[in-house]
């Protein structure tokens, strides 16, 4: 489904990964776990094409994506639920979720009715200005625009960051939701070792910009957990 193959990727002079190759399988919840600041956000930017690959390369459904721009990466199938949320404050609710339709093939313009129930405040907040939401409700809206354009792949990036553990339940809920309906596979960026264990099939661990282990849970021993995630 997607494949990032040797990718080298960073920031101006400043190469961040090196050689870094994962797989995210149908229907599959792959989490990608490491320290802060080893390159897991600066991975996510890059297969989205907000960073520009200096090696190596990303692909969607056998289809080279690394040369296209993050919109047609988006029109693609991939969806993306960025670290931070990247709501958009002076809009409503429902505008936000709009804007998610941009990315959508299909000619309608119309919010999913899937996209929305499995967040049932929203239709209560859609006369609501954006920034005006709880750091919870931003989180659940970027996951719903996201899902407004039916992806086949969704890059979540830190969604349980700094908002309270009623809705990390209820996002457990839904990923969960997400891969028992079996059309989109996701790629999990957490520090939660608890919550990724809760959700996810496979696991890749990033270290000083390079995979440094991968397997299934199985293998996430207490060895692995020491030598690279604990602080």
């Given amino acids: 489904m997607l494949a990032v193959q040797q990718l080298e990727s960073g920031y101006g002079e400043s190469v961040i990964l090196r050689n870094v190759s994962l797989r995210v399988k149908p229907g599959q919840v792959v989490c990608l776990m490491g320290r802060n600041g ?97 750091g919870g409700q931003q989180q659940q809206l970027a996951f719903a625009r996201a899902l407004a354009s039916k992806p086949e792949v969704l890059l979540l990036d830190e969604p349980c960051e700094g908002i309270q553990p009623s809705i990390v339940d209820d996002i457990r809920d839904v990923i969960r939701a997400i891969k028992e309906e079996g059309h989109t596979a996701i790629l999990l960026v957490e520090q939660s070792l608890d919550f990724v264990k809760s959700v996810g099939d496979y696991f890749y661990v990033l270290d000083k910009g390079a995979i440094a282990w991968e397997g299934d849970l199985a293998g996430l021993d207490d060895d692995v957990i020491r030598q690279y995630l604990t602080v």
């Fill in 38 to 134: 080893v390159g897991k956000t600066t991975l996510m930017k890059s297969i989205m094409g907000l960073l520009k690959a200096r090696g190596g390369g990303v692909s969607y459904k056998g289809v080279d994506l690394t040369k296209k721009a993050p919109g047609v990466r988006a029109k693609s199938g991939i969806g993306y639920v960025p670290q931070g949320r990247e709501i958009f404050g002076q809009l409503s609710v429902y505008e936000n979720l709009l804007l998610g339709l941009e990315a959508s093939r299909s000619k309608e313009k119309v919010i999913p009715p899937e996209a929305i129930e499995k967040f049932p405040v929203l239709p209560t907040m859609y006369e609501r200005h954006g920034g005006d939401l709880s």
